[in-house]
């Protein structure tokens, strides 16, 4: 059903929520325009569409943090941790009748079937002990998350996790597995950053942490409080783990790689462990929790989830200890999982147990995640297929339609004369003050545009003849020179360095207005104008956001300009079956003006165009947007000449380009609807 949005101003995030076509009409009620002079008026018109919906364009990263350490093979066996070593004396009294495989083995290659034949699914897996050991795929950049089907250095997921059983560890640190999470994510981020920053919104980051038991080992660097955390009270500081209390705290590099405190020193040092200082607790680890939830803000990305998976096999545990003692006198299992004051020996590994629970409960609370716990025989059917990795994927629908004349500006009264686009009235570059030319966008060709110096001049910029070294002089043959804007924003690659801003984002901060506008005005085009805090920087009552879409001034107090000469918008909203939604507009009160005649172009013409940006309707508000533009001429030299003679000029019904299309040599003059110069 069809939806006539009549709108006077509507701000970009109002059009993509309306063109939903919501169960009511949504209706704008238009001021009346005092028109004195009708000719000078133009409307526009044209019909533009969403693209299909396509789940490869909405990237879903799993990163699963798998416990390796030695009690692994007890809550979840069978496993080895060398030849005839602690997992092979105990395998006889703990490994169910008929499993070959444990538990976890298990559920990931189920994992990885499920995600084969979905390509926008992209794994990383992290097992981690004392230290993290080798990753799938064994990458520390480039691409760090694959889809299952690939094979990175001749090594097939399915045999990699076959094999997470093999050569277990000692300690269980989860501090290392959360930093190692967050440093893979945020570099992923970076490199997509590099490629193609418009996925970041569409993205879905998963994270999966699983254990079998609480993080190991765990140190205090104030070994004198008068209260420790328990398993009655694991909020608190913890104090050192009992078998690892010479580890926390001695420098001896022997001492310290004595991680379980038998007396054999191996290779077991914790890599970024410092002595003396906090090591698993509370606070680090919600942490790093807390930092990847931030990714979400700080990155702009669609999604990210943290889940946390226990294995506790209490049976098992017994019946490890029932094995004997260790070179401590101590059941054998006791040092897996700890000992804890003010509870008997017996109950130990309940305590580990109600531990290990809190604790990945409230990392799972802090990750928007979900806690599950898997006990005894349970484990054997272990899944991890029932958490949501459902991509972004929804329909696009409009995020932005702006008009940009690119003849004219706003002035005080009605709109006047810029004859080369760069947002330099005619009147100001004939003022001979800075030399520049009303015929010329950069009139020193170094790059920057006159009005963009113009509005850095603090900056140590100048117009007219003074070229920049920051940007590139194009009148030097000998230097191989582009001021080429890479994304079609209207911004060339040097202002862009200039102002920190992403070369492949149309518009950097995502709200809605194109880069190269919202620079032309001297505003901040990483600082977001629209929502709740919607910025009105004139304080005229009027949104910056607003005022780009009426063609008005937002750093100038114009209301009167903005009443008189803004534009109108005017759209219908039609759905399809096949996912897309199509959009008809009129945008009117468009005011023609007369550019004086240059070269071979002819006196009176006006040059316009039209931005529209889509976005998937699951992240309308955020999403950088899939950027498009029409144009159109239109002369203006009265009383003689008006063309069209009409009111309205339609756009053909291929008029739209991506953005960078407008960047080609020539392209105003061969692709425009109308009469070219």
């Given amino acids: ?5 009549a709108v006077r101003r509507v701000s970009a995030l109002l059009l993509g929520v309306l063109a939903l076509g919501a169960c009511t009409d949504a209706f704008i009620e238009p001021k009346i325009v005092e028109q004195t002079q009708v000719d000078d008026r133009l409307t526009l018109s044209g019909r533009v569409c969403t693209r299909h919906p396509d789940p490869s364009g909405f990237p879903v990263k799993v990163l699963i943090l798998v416990d390796k350490s030695g009690s692994m093979c007890v809550s979840d066996p069978p496993g080895s941790q060398e030849t005839m070593g602690f997992c092979e004396r105990v395998a006889p009294a703990v490994l169910p009748p008929n499993v070959t495989k444990p538990g976890r083995v298990l559920a990931l290659e189920k994992l990885v079937q499920q995600f084969a034949g979905h390509d926008n699914v992209r794994v990383r897996i992290v097992p981690f002990e004392t230290n993290i050991q080798t990753r799938w795929p064994n990458t520390t950049n480039g691409d760090l998350f694959m889809p299952v089907t690939a094979a990175p250095g001749g090594v097939d997921i399915n045999n990699y996790v076959a094999n997470l059983q093999a050569n277990l560890g000692k300690g269980t640190d989860y501090q290392g597995a959360l930093a190692a999470a967050y440093a893979d994510i945020a570099q992923d981020i970076h490199n997509v950053e590099q490629q193609d920053p418009a996925l970041l919104p569409r993205t879905r980051y998963v994270v999966v942490f699983l254990t079998d038991g609480t993080p190991y080992p765990r140190c205090s660097a104030n070994d004198s409080l008068s209260i420790y955390a328990d398993s009655n009270h694991p909020e608190l500081t913890w ?76 049976d098992a545990v017994e019946a490890c200890n029932a094995l004997g003692t260790n070179s401590a006198g101590r059941p054998l299992c006791e040092d897996l999982y700890g000992t804890y004051p003010n509870v008997p020996p017996d109950q130990y590994p309940d305590a580990a147990k109600a531990i290990a629970r809190w604790t990945l409960s409230q990392m799972a609370l802090r990750g928007n995640g979900i806690f599950q716990e898997f006990n005894g025989a349970d484990i054997q059917s272990l899944s991890l297929g029932a958490l949501d990795y459902s991509s972004l994927e929804s329909p696009w629908v409009m995020k932005t339609l702006m008009l940009q004349p690119l003849r004219s500006v706003p002035g005080e009264e009605n709109r006047v004369v810029d004859s080369d686009g760069d947002g330099v009235p005619d009147e100001r570059d004939n003022s001979f003050t800075f030399g520049t030319s009303p015929f010329t966008g950069d009139s020193d060709q170094d790059c920057f545009s006159d009005d963009f110096e113009l509005r850095h001049l603090d900056d140590g910029f100048l117009p007219g003849n003074d070229v920049d070294q920051r940007g590139c002089d194009l009148s030097d043959t000998t230097r191989d020179c582009s001021c080429q804007d890479t994304d079609g924003d209207g911004l060339p690659q040097y202002a862009e360095d200039f102002l920190g801003i992403q070369r492949k984002l149309v518009d950097t901060d995502a709200d809605g207005v194109p880069d190269g506008l919202e620079a032309r005005f001297g505003l901040e085009p990483k600082e977001r104008r629209d929502g709740a805090g919607a910025i009105d920087t004139d304080g005229d009552g009027i949104r910056d956001l607003d005022e780009f879409l009426a063609g008005s001034d937002p750093t100038r107090q114009d209301r009167a300009f903005y009443e008189k000469h803004g534009f109108q918008y005017e759209v219908v909203t039609q759905p399809h079956d096949d996912g897309t939604t199509c959009y008809e507009f009129k945008i009117s009160n468009i005011q023609l003006v007369t550019p ?36 159109a001429w239109a002369q203006y030299d009265p009383p003689q000449v008006r063309e069209p003679r009409g009111a309205e000029l339609a756009l053909p019904a291929d008029a739209f380009h991506d953005a960078d299309f407008f960047t080609q040599p020539d392209v105003y003059l061969t692709s425009c609807a109308g009469i070219a110069p």
């Fill in 596 to 631: 004086p005649p240059h070269a071979s172009s002819k006196q009176g013409y006006n040059l316009f165009k039209v931005w529209f940006a889509q976005a998937p309707v699951s992240g309308v508000a955020t999403d950088f947007g899939v950027w498009e533009a029409a144009c």
């Fill in 239 to 314: 104090a050192d783990s009992s078998s690892a209390v010479e580890f926390c705290n001695e420098l001896d590099a022997d001492v310290r790689r004595d991680v379980f405190g038998d007396g054999s020193p191996g290779t077991d040092e914790i890599s970024s462990f410092a002595p003396g200082t906090d090591r698993n607790q509370n606070y680090q680890l919600f942490s790093y929790v807390d930092q990847l939830m931030e990714l979400k803000e700080t990155s702009n990305i669609g999604d990210i989830r943290l889940h946390t998976v226990l294995l506790f096999n209490r």
């Fill in 1 to 5: 059903m069809n939806r006539m949005l």
